[in-house]
């Protein structure tokens, strides 16, 4: 996690120094890509290790670290990119980025193998396997594989809708009405934010204590329900600008219940290794969700359909969660106790 902290800050670094697309690309994406996932990941694998009976939860505080983290420093760039530009922005932040996360990373330290082992053992709430599996053993278990394409499924699912916000919500005459003295689309935009940290931390700590596969069914047929209200009331820009934190709040809890649900199955000794496997579902959704929504928009000429394919998304994924993956792992992990 130092080497990617450094990764990080030093894509902003040589960002501000490049003067082509491919070094933007290679730098910024590639240079920072692999740091901050490092980094992400990193964490991630490191609190569902120190924290068993609260997996979910500490998972979800990470992510919505994560996720509302772009709040502190948004407005301290936007004012030194006024002040100082960008070239000069980009090295300041990038070295401070790079400081700050080095030496938080100082701090941290990997539990020992039998803490875990015995939190594991005292837990009764919820389920969880004995056996630490690795990479190679994981990936050849088809069960990993339902949990990818879940994971896959609805970060593509909510990508299609989240990704295109600001476009349709200009087809569907939101961007120039203004609701409660603001206008709806920035308004909307700042909700989503919150909800979408919200509901990591707080539906890992439900996880936690009424089981991940009901959990997960809860909030993915709560982000369906919430996507299918919000085309039905697409011309009420009020009930737009509310109905879109709740369409956030249903999607962003699968960053602290797949990490979780993952751990608990596959073991905790290769958590982070096993999670940077499944986060790759992630990539799969971000390659498919924008892209898939305005190929669909443009054949069609409308959203319904890209509402429709991401809400039938949802409660497939939900209804896999609850009547596949419960009594499937549960199986698994009983058949791999020892």
């Given amino acids: 996690m130092s080497i990617g902290t450094l990764l990080s800050g030093m894509s902003w670094i040589l960002t501000s120094q490049v003067d082509s697309l491919s070094m933007l690309y290679l730098v910024y994406g590639c240079v920072g890509g692999l740091g901050t996932g490092i980094v992400y990941v990193g964490v991630v694998g490191l609190m569902v290790r120190w924290f068993p009976h609260s997996r979910g939860f500490a998972a979800g505080m990470v992510a919505a670290g994560y996720g509302m983290g772009a709040i502190v420093t948004t407005f301290p760039i936007s004012i030194s990119l006024k002040e100082n530009g960008l070239e000069q922005t980009l090295w300041m932040f990038g070295i401070l980025f790079a400081v700050v996360g080095f030496i938080a990373s100082q701090g941290l330290k990997m539990p020992s193998e039998n803490s875990n082992d015995v939190a594991a053992d005292n837990s009764s709430r919820i389920l969880q396997g004995k056996r630490h599996y690795r990479p190679t053993e994981m990936l050849k278990h088809p069960l990993f594989w339902l949990m990818f394409l879940m994971m896959a499924v ?25 609701v409660l003295g603001m206008a ?30 009901n959990t997960m069914f809860i909030a993915f047929a709560l982000e369906g329900c919430a996507m299918t209200l919000w085309l ?22 699968i960053f602290s219940l797949f990490p979780s649900t993952l751990t608990d199955t596959f073991g905790t000794r290769y958590a982070t290794a096993n999670y940077g496997w499944l986060y790759t579902a992630q990539g799969v959704g971000s390659f498919l969700g924008g892209p898939l929504a305005a190929m669909v ?24 969660a609850l009547w596949v993956l419960k009594p499937w792992r549960k199986r698994f992990i009983e058949a791999n106790q020892h």
């Fill in 232 to 253: 039905v009331c697409k011309d009420n820009a009020l009930l737009f600008v509310l109905l879109s934190g709740v369409v956030f709040f249903g999607w962003g809890e």
């Fill in 184 to 213: 709806a689309l920035p308004l909307a935009m700042t909700i989503d934010r919150f909800t979408n940290g919200l509901t990591r931390p707080l539906f890992g700590f439900v996880s936690d204590r009424f089981g991940r596969e």
């Fill in 154 to 178: 609805m970060s593509t699912s909510g990508l299609m809708v989240v990704s295109q916000m600001a476009t349709f919500a200009a087809d569907f005459g939101i961007t120039q009405v203004t």
């Fill in 297 to 320: 928009y443009q054949h069609t000429g409308g959203w319904n359909l890209v509402f429709s394919m991401a809400i039938g998304a949802d409660f497939l994924t939900a209804a896999l």
